[in-house]
């Protein structure tokens, strides 16, 4: 039976290094190629939907009128309504 070719201690090391700084790279390029995950949107409450919903129909409202500047107003009087500024920052884009 032939024997095995012996490899020295620091020939094992310096494949073992290679191969390790192989792994991290081709780590690091594929971390840098994938996007980011899309975040699930969150649900809605109904209060923030209709109030949305209000700002659309006066927006269309406005640009049916010729009052396409992009300056409009809105305000809400209704007392304990909930705070949909989020919301309503991540529907027309402000947010971003």
């Known amino acids: 039976m032939p024997k095995p070719l012996g490899m020295s201690c620091r020939t094992w090391v310096a494949a073992w290094a290679v191969l390790c700084a192989a792994g991290i790279g081709a780590t690091a390029a594929l971390n840098a190629s994938v996007e980011p995950e899309a975040q699930p949107e969150k649900p809605v ?9 209000d700002i659309e129909t006066q927006l269309d409202r406005a640009k049916a009128d010729g009052n396409d500047d ?11 309504a909930e705070d949909c500024r989020d919301v309503i920052l991540d529907h027309f884009g402000g947010g971003r």
Not at 45 to 53: G, H, N, R, V
């Open 45 to 53: 409450s109904a209060e923030c939907a209709e109030y949305i919903s």
């Open 70 to 80: 992009g300056v409009l107003a809105f305000s809400r009087t209704t007392g304990g």
